[in-house]
Nanobody, 115 residues
């Protein structure tokens, strides 16, 4: 079993920056991929960024503004978000997929971009 805990959300002005973190804990697991998803009120959950040992991929809406990173030894992941826009406002969720194919989600952290 893997537990994911996100941190770093909050209120930021348009054009500002935030860094989200996700820490995975548990025993007997090996993570294949980790990612960030977000869900705005009234909208479906969407992929923001996904990272494996080989690559990182981003939604078109965040390319050039967000950077995903991962420390495989520590089972942690971060999302550096720059040039934030009001449309980035959402609950951000951490997701991990282990090498057996099991899927895990964090509880979510609120990001609000507003003046």
């Amino acid at each position: 079993q893997v537990q994911l805990v996100e941190s770093g959300g909050g209120l930021v002005q348009p054009g500002g920056s935030l860094t989200l973190s996700c820490a995975a804990s548990g025993s007997g697991f090996s993570i294949y991929a980790m990612g960030w998803y977000r869900q705005a009120p009234g909208k479906q959950r969407e992929l923001v960024a996904l990272i494996t040992a080989a690559s990182a991929n981003y939604a078109d809406s965040v390319k050039g503004r967000f950077t995903i990173s991962r420390d495989m030894a520590k089972n942690t992941m971060a999302l550096q978000m720059n040039s934030l826009k009001p449309e980035d406002t959402a609950v951000y969720y951490c997701r991990a997929v282990d090498t057996r194919g099991y899927d895990y989600w964090g509880q979510g952290t609120q990001v609000t971009v507003s003046s």
